[in-house]
Nanobody, 129 residues
Framework: QVQLAESGGGLVQPGDSLRLSCADSGFTSDYYAIAWFRQAPGKERVGVSCYRHSDHSTYYADSVKGRFTTSRDVGKNTVYLQMTNLKPEDTAVYYC??????????????????????WGQGTQVTVSS
């Protein structure tokens, strides 16, 4: 059973950087993706980034492209979301989620959050002056 646990959230000022971590365990195949989603108060959950394990490829939502970077430390079984130039509109609870599949990360993949079978507990990111 895949298990995920996020950490690294907090309160930062606009323009600051923050790195979220998603520690994972339980994968039995190399064909999976780990995505980061976020949900702001009163809004729907949306995907912001996706990491495909088999070829280390990534995909980003337009709203974070150029500011957020996702990567994986294989030795630590951890996927990171490095966030730079944070804006108040980035305020949300951030979740990592895993999907076992052979496809590619894409906007379509991240739009189907119900396909992701494993989720972390979430970590709050607040961007405010």
């Amino acid at each position: 059973q895949v298990q995920l646990a996020e950490s690294g959230g907090g309160l930062v000022q606009p323009g600051d950087s923050l790195r979220l971590s998603c520690a994972d365990s339980g994968f039995t195949s190399d064909y999976y993706a780990i995505a980061w989603f976020r949900q702001a108060p009163g809004k729907e959950r949306v995907g912001v980034s996706c990491y495909r394990h088999s070829d280390h490829s990534t995909y980003y939502a337009d709203s974070v492209k150029g500011r957020f970077t996702t990567s994986r430390d294989v030795g630590k079984n951890t996927v990171y979301l490095q966030m730079t130039n944070l804006k108040p509109e980035d305020t949300a609870v951030y979740y990592c989620a895993a999907l076992s599949f052979r496809g590619r990360c894409s906007a379509a993949t991240m739009s189907e959050s119900n396909r992701f079978g494993s989720w972390g507990q979430g970590t709050q990111v607040t961007v405010s002056s």
